[in-house]
Nanobody
Framework: QVQLVESGGGLVQAGGSLRLSCAAS????????MGWFRQAPGKEREFVAA????????NYADVVKGRFTISRDNAKNTVYLQMNSLTPEDTAIYYC???????????WGQGTQVTVSS
């Protein structure tokens, strides 16, 4: 079982940047692909980005492509989400999750709040 803890959220002005971290416990972390999702008030949770276990393949939602970068450090059991050029539409709770197989996510963290002011 992998436990995930997100951090790095906060309040930032539009155009600013934040880097989120997702720290994982458990030896099996490096065998998992990982994903970031977000949920804005009154909206469903949506996919943001994913990365395979080696870090060699990533994919992004169109709305964040070119602005966000997902990466991982398996030695530190951590996945990151670098977010640049933030807009108020990026305001949400951000969650990380493991992806044991394509399309299936689990072991959700508690989330970290990101608020972008205009």
């Amino acid at each position: 079982q992998v436990q995930l803890v997100e951090s790095g959220g906060g309040l930032v002005q539009a155009g600013g940047s934040l880097r989120l971290s997702c720290a994982a416990s458990g030896r099996t972390f490096r065998s998992y692909a990982m994903g970031w999702f977000r949920q804005a008030p009154g909206k469903e949770r949506e996919f943001v980005a994913a990365i395979v276990w080696s870090g060699g393949i990533t994919n992004y939602a169109d709305v964040v492509k070119g602005r966000f970068t997902i990466s991982r450090d398996n030695a530190k059991n951590t996945v990151y989400l670098q977010m640049n050029s933030l807009t108020p539409e990026d305001t949400a709770i951000y969650y990380c999750a493991t992806r044991p197989r394509v399309g299936v996510y689990g072991n959700w963290g508690q989330g970290t709040q990101v608020t972008v002011s205009s």
